[in-house]
Structures are given as structure tokens and as C-alpha cells.
């Protein structure tokens, strides 16, 4: 995921996110799948998943029994915060994990879902490492 | 009947239900049919004038029913309908 926002600088990446719920409601993510920025034109600030590729992950998902989580994208030269384009198009039940990329050494991950309200609440991430 | 493929976000209105069986001729019916057995999911698939919201895309098997007869399109006995999320978003407008 962090090499996909690293790669992609300074484009927008995103993918999904696959893996189970514990009995507690905790999220374990097993899998990630980079698909390609479908936004037309300046990829800069926008990100889109095509149709078919989100056909594709929930296919994938029913073939391996685990469940498609999540959405991961990037904000390059932004901070790891929801923006009110983020908010208005997500979904619920959906983590949305954003990679901040300042520069190539300056990264952070926030992770987001939305509440009952249609606000995004932060979600903790646990046993959590990334590496460059 | 024909088969619907409810996404993954939009599961929990359907009792965790993945695929539903409808018995609706063609899609506008298809939706009207969902939304009266599951009404949790009218807010998430219509807008306030009752049309399919923009941030949902149906498809029939890999083709989006903007290019067929929209929701006029005609449904049969095997006919697969995915809705399907767009997922879409990014960085704010101002640094």
C-alpha cells in the first residue's frame, strides 16, 4: 500500500482492502489488491475505481471466503484526512485507509469509516508497520 | 428469477444477505422490488426524486445499463444485475 503511494507520487493510488472480523469487530486485512487510478484526466487530487474493477475485487472476494473491507487511496502533499470528496462518496461499512505522502520520506496512514451521521470516525490500526 | 449481487457496504440493509432473487421483469422494477422488501437500502440506491443515484452503477454481467436501456433494460430468468458502488474520492481542493 505504501509502496503503491510511493510509486504513484505524486498521482493519487488506491485499491481494496480483504480480510476477516474478529469476534470483537476488529478488522485483520490479509490481502490488498492495487488496481489502476481510473479518474480521467489530472490523477493529482482525484481518485476512481472503475466499475469493473470493483466487480472484479468483489468476485475475488467470494472466491477466497473473505471479505472486501475497505478502500485505500493516497493524498499526495495532503495529510491523511478525509476530504469532503471523500466523504461524500464513500460508502458505509467500508474502511477507508488514506497514505498521506508528503515527500517520499514523509508518510502517514489514518484509517476512516463512516458513522451513522455520514461522518468519518478515525479508526485505531493495530500491530501496524510499514517499511520503505 | 433473476439474480441480484448486493456490494459488500450495502449487505448489512439486507440481512448479510449477498444475492437476492427478484422476480421484477426489468430494472426499474428490480429496484422498486428491493427497496419495498429491504427499505434501508431505498436511501442508498435512489435519490429524492426516486431515480438511481449517481454514486450507484447497475450492471448486467460487464455491462452498465447506461449503455443498454437503462432502467428500462429488460430483465430474464438468468439475468446476473450487480449494483455497484462508485468508489471514488481524493486530496481537498486547497493544500
Known amino acids: 500500500m505504501v509502496e503503491d503511494a510511493v510509486k504513484t507520487f505524486p498521482d493519487e493510488c488506491c485499491g481494496f482492502m480483504f480480510g476477516v472480523e474478529d469476534e470483537d469487530g476488529n478488522r485483520i486485512i490479509t490481502e490488498m489488491l492495487v488496481v489502476d487510478n481510473s479518474k480521467p484526466g489530472d490523477k493529482t487530487r482525484r481518485f476512481e475505481i472503475s466499475p469493473l474493477d470493483y466487480l472484479k475485487a468483489e468476485q475475488y472476494a467470494e472466491d477466497k471466503n473473505w471479505i472486501l473491507l475497505g478502500i485505500y487511496h493516497s493524498h499526495p502533499k495532503h495529510p491523511a484526512i478525509p476530504s469532503e470528496h471523500d466523504r461524500k462518496a464513500a460508502q458505509p461499512y467500508f474502511s477507508y485507509t488514506i497514505i498521506s505522502v508528503m515527500d517520499k520520506d514523509t508518510i502517514a496512514i489514518k484509517s476512516w469509516r463512516l458513522n451513522e451521521e455520514e461522518q468519518f470516525d478515525e479508526e485505531k490500526l493495530i500491530d501496524f508497520q510499514f517499511t520503505q | ?95
Open chain 2, 1 to 95: 428469477m433473476a439474480t441480484v449481487i448486493i456490494p459488500t457496504p450495502l449487505r448489512k440493509f439486507t440481512n448479510n444477505t449477498a444475492r437476492l432473487e427478484v422476480k421484477a421483469g426489468n430494472i426499474h422494477d428490480t429496484i422498486r422490488e428491493l427497496t419495498t422488501n429491504f427499505p434501508d437500502l431505498k436511501k442508498h440506491l435512489l435519490n429524492e426524486k426516486g431515480e438511481v443515484r449517481s454514486f450507484v452503477n447497475i450492471f448486467i454481467g460487464n455491462d452498465d445499463i447506461r449503455n443498454l436501456q437503462q432502467e428500462k433494460t429488460a430483465v430474464k430468468e438468468d439475468t446476473v444485475i450487480s449494483i455497484i458502488p462508485a468508489i471514488a474520492g481524493g486530496s481537498p481542493d486547497q493544500p
